[in-house]
């Protein structure tokens, strides 16, 4: 049996002719960047997380470099993140010319919790960036009263964390701004490239809309030195065919999580645990294992594809090793031992049987 790492087949065949027939309204519309399909989108993603404003950028990386931006993260400045996170949330500190600053995450949950926040603020330090990784929300609460006590901004990285909730509220909605990336293979994915940020300041919200678009206040009247990073209407257009179903999407994700969660009883693999008062939406699910490489080789051998995520990480990377920064040994630990198990809305009982199977018999 072959069984992929990630299929839309199922999910694309559900919505094949509601998605060719927006395709069609689009075409015939003759207006493709910033019509009534952004603009639409940008109204049902901000009401799905009861946020104010919702404003569509070109990828999930221009959402947290133009929000920082909005706030007026620049040179000088320094911003806490998790050690264990895509390259991208380090990126868009540093294009700001902040410098990004690694924690430790929790060794449960692997996200960003109250662990490190302290030694790593300075007085440089301007925000904070919890990651909401592999779909599962970050220790909101630590991280609120820490930002709270130092003044700093909070922006949330929600790109793996589509329609997931902590204590009651969607992730994205607790920070000044939350930040998402509509990457395909995302819970909610577009059919190419596409990002959001949602805020209740109505005020940031504008200044990132003008810092996507030229940095335009109006058209051909530049108020900021801005980029060009929009949303465009296509992909607005099957994102909001994709957005009346997510919550069903991330339902079966977690009932596939549960099946891998009771019944695999390998010793040598680490099952991911939830914290308390949260629902994972497992967009990624994540065990550990020392002898990861070996691991993954033997289900690749038997048909199984999995993916490795961040096997270096970020302050090991070439790009930013003139940091010079300390060693972060759980950091190193997941991103030595990570492996990502077959996730996606579509995967069968009989394959979630058959990867189970050959785990336990690892």
Not at 228 to 234: C, F, G, K
Not at 290 to 317: F, K, N, S
């Amino acid at each position: 049996m072959n069984v992929p790492f990630v299929s839309f087949e199922k999910m694309h065949g559900e919505i094949r002719e509601e998605m060719y027939k927006k395709f069609q309204e689009v075409y015939e519309r003759n207006w493709f960047i910033q019509g009534d399909e952004s603009e639409l989108f940008e109204k049902e993603f901000a009401e799905y997380h009861g946020a104010a404003e919702c404003v569509g950028v070109g990828n999930g990386l221009d959402a947290l470099f133009l929000s920082l931006k909005a706030l007026g993260i620049g040179e000088g400045d320094e911003v806490i993140i998790p050690g264990n996170t895509f390259i991208a949330t380090a990126l868009a500190v540093t294009y700001t010319g902040a410098v990004p600053v690694f924690v430790e995450p929790d060794m449960v949950t692997y996200n960003m919790g109250g662990h490190g926040l302290e030694e790593a603020y300075t007085e440089k330090t301007k925000a904070v960036i919890p990651v909401h990784l592999y779909g599962q929300p970050a220790d909101m609460d630590a991280v609120l009263e820490f930002a709270a006590r130092h003044q700093l901004y909070v922006l949330e990285d929600c790109a793996q964390a589509h329609g997931a909730v902590y204590k009651g509220k969607r992730t994205g909605t607790f920070g000044d701004i939350g930040c998402f990336s509509f990457y395909p293979g995302k819970n909610l994915g577009a059919l190419g490239d596409g990002g959001a940020v949602i805020t209740d300041d109505l005020e940031i919200a504008r200044k990132v809309r003008a810092l996507g678009n030229y940095g335009f206040r109006k058209k051909y009247e530049c108020q900021y030195l801005g980029n060009n990073s929009r949303l465009d209407e296509l992909q607005a257009a099957f994102l909001r065919i994709k957005l009346k179903h997510l919550d069903r999407y991330n339902a079966y994700r977690n009932k596939v999580a549960g099946r891998y969660l009771r019944e695999i009883v390998n010793p040598k693999i680490i099952l991911p645990q939830i914290g308390p008062d949260r629902t994972h939406v497992w967009h990624i699910f994540a065990v550990l294992c020392e002898e990861r490489d070996r691991l993954q080789t033997y289900l690749a051998d038997h048909g199984v594809m999995t993916v490795c995520h961040y096997p270096i990480p970020i302050y090991e990377q070439e790009a930013y090793r003139s940091l010079a920064l300390t060693e972060l040994p759980f950091t190193k630990q997941i991103s030595s031992q990570e492996l990502s198990l077959p996730m996606y809305y579509g995967i069968t009982e009989e394959e979630v049987g058959y990867v189970v199977r050959l785990l336990n018999e690892f």
